[in-house]
């Protein structure tokens, strides 16, 4: 469905619920005759083709088994030691990953097929079931028309002819509103399986593809699970796109400062600070930093929050939360922009002395992580009752004045969790975000708004939560943003507002 097909469709199904709202027995006929002609095309989508399209990628997936077997076999064989990567990665490691890379297509193909099967299924019912009521619609108003089948109006049967339009109208407005939400839910599987393709973001670049295999493949705590990646797809785009527009003289620089990582976590990190914007002498220095520490120090220093993971957010034992009631928008912002900007993380961390033992300790962590709370909190909350926490724009405009180092603006969005037509683009949209690389800040609450929580992952129908009230990573399904049934993910029940990068 294109987005001239949803806004097509949004603006039908409002002209509908205004034409029900206005319905009585003397405007009753004239409302017949023009929802005939509004409701003339049936939903989008062509079930025999889009079957077909799901057929192709279930031939696709029977297909990437073999060819990475192949592949992984190549890597285990005695390749010569002298064919080298980029960053130094030997060629069984570096075709070893393709492998993988290749391997890890097979069950995505099949998540498009069930996802595009499912799709056609309910496009045919949903055509079949306008065809019924289009029809019904003009019997109605043949009826209505008509007395012993000559051409006058019935006054006796204007009664009866509200009453079944009033059903009828009601049934064409929920076979539409079924194809939006049918659309939505295949827009999300693709968007998720388009995110997992974190490699393809760096397709275009003039990087060595041997970094761009190796590199993307990096799990924060080593292990690559859900959108765990140290090099999420929108950092591993910006990485790339500002290595291409880099000098001569600078590319040698990065080139040579990739080279000399001692790992390729270490590598992603550094195409991560990269792609946070900094200045080439401070990614270098960033780099000497990290240089000489394992993976473990990197991914405690320079991960405060792992989406592949679920339960409490911790540095040293010490829960990573908002440090009193009203700084949830800012202790949002702060594990957003450390997930983003790997040197923000680090200064959290350390505090610019890495090598002090007091500097690194639990106490002294929690208590920047409090200090920076305090002054996003000040910065976002000018003149605003302090009661009442951040207000929507300060968070956004706080977010904003960062947007060098994020890759985007932000904007506000008010989402209504009783309507449709206002959650389901606002889920859709904040899913197609996290499934980029980005991550997104949900105002929840129950009566009324209350408290913020950071979107960080998608993996199937479930979203992965930070709720900074708790410290607690967390999984909430899809359907259940939808329904107001938020809960522990984000202590309360609704969605009222997303922040959406632009």
Excluded at 102 to 118: N, Y
Excluded at 221 to 248: F, I, M, T
Excluded at 478 to 486: A, P, S, T, Y
Aim: hydrophobic letters at 40%; glycine letters at 10%; one cysteine or more.
């Amino acid at each position: 469905m294109t987005s001239t097909d949803y806004a097509q469709l949004s603006t039908l199904i409002n002209r509908l619920r205004q034409l029900l709202s206005a319905l009585n027995p003397a405007n009753a006929v004239g409302t017949v005759s023009t929802v005939l002609q509004m409701i003339s095309e049936p939903p989008p989508g062509d079930p025999d083709r889009i079957e077909e399209l799901a057929v192709a990628f279930g031939v696709a997936a029977g297909d990437v088994g073999p060819i990475a077997a192949d592949v992984r076999r190549l890597g285990t064989g005695r390749l010569p030691e002298i064919w080298q990567g980029v960053a130094g990665a030997s060629a069984a490691e570096l075709v070893t990953a393709t492998g993988g890379l290749i391997e890890a297509t097979g069950p995505q193909f099949i998540r498009v097929r069930a996802a595009l099967d499912s799709y056609a299924t309910e496009v045919r019912a949903l055509r079949g079931r306008h065809e019924e009521l289009h029809g019904a619609l003009r019997d109605a108003w043949h009826d209505a028309t008509h007395v012993a089948g000559l051409p006058f109006p019935d006054p006796t049967a204007l009664d009866d002819l509200v009453r079944g339009l009033t059903r009828l109208v009601t049934g064409c407005i929920e076979v539409y509103d079924r194809s939006i939400v049918a659309a939505d839910a295949l827009a999300i599987v693709l968007g998720d399986v388009t995110g997992k393709a974190r490699a393809g973001a760096m397709a275009d670049s003039t990087l060595p593809p041997a970094g761009i295999v190796l590199t993307t493949g990096i799990g924060i705590d080593g292990n690559l699970a859900g959108d765990n990646a140290v090099l999420a797809g929108a950092q591993a785009s910006r990485a790339a796109d500002r290595y291409d527009q880099l000098g001569p003289e600078d590319r040698r620089r990065v080139d040579e400062l990739l080279a000399q990582a001692p790992s390729q976590a270490h590598r992603a990190y550094l195409l991560k600070a990269l792609a946070a914007g900094h200045p080439l002498d401070d990614v270098v220095a960033f780099g000497r930093t990290i240089n000489g520490r394992d993976e473990a120090w990197l991914h405690r220093h320079l991960s405060l929050v792992d989406p592949g993971q679920t339960g409490s957010a911790t540095y040293d034992g010490g829960r990573l939360r908002q440090f009193n009631d009203v700084t949830c928008g800012s202790m949002t912002t702060v594990v957003l922009r450390s997930i983003a900007d790997p040197l923000y993380a680090l200064y959290l961390t350390t505090g610019g002395e890495p090598d002090d033992p007091k500097a690194v300790d639990r106490d002294a962590v929690l208590q920047r992580l409090a200090d920076e709370q305090q002054a996003t909190y000040e910065r976002s909350s000018r003149n605003w009752p302090d009661q009442l926490g951040t207000p929507p724009w300060g968070l956004v405009g706080e977010l904003n004045d960062h947007a060098g180092t994020l890759g985007t603006e932000y904007e506000f969005r008010l989402v209504d969790d009783t309507d449709a037509g206002s959650v389901n683009p606002a889920l859709r949209d904040a899913v197609a975000a996290v499934d980029a690389g980005h991550t997104v800040p949900v105002l929840a609450g129950d009566s009324y708004p209350a408290h913020y929580v950071l979107l960080v992952g998608h993996e199937g129908s479930d979203l992965v939560v930070y709720n900074p009230g708790s410290g607690v990573v967390g999984r909430v399904d899809e359907d259940d943003f939808r329904n107001g049934n938020l809960g522990a993910a984000a202590g309360f029940a609704h969605a009222n507002g997303v922040a959406l990068p632009g």
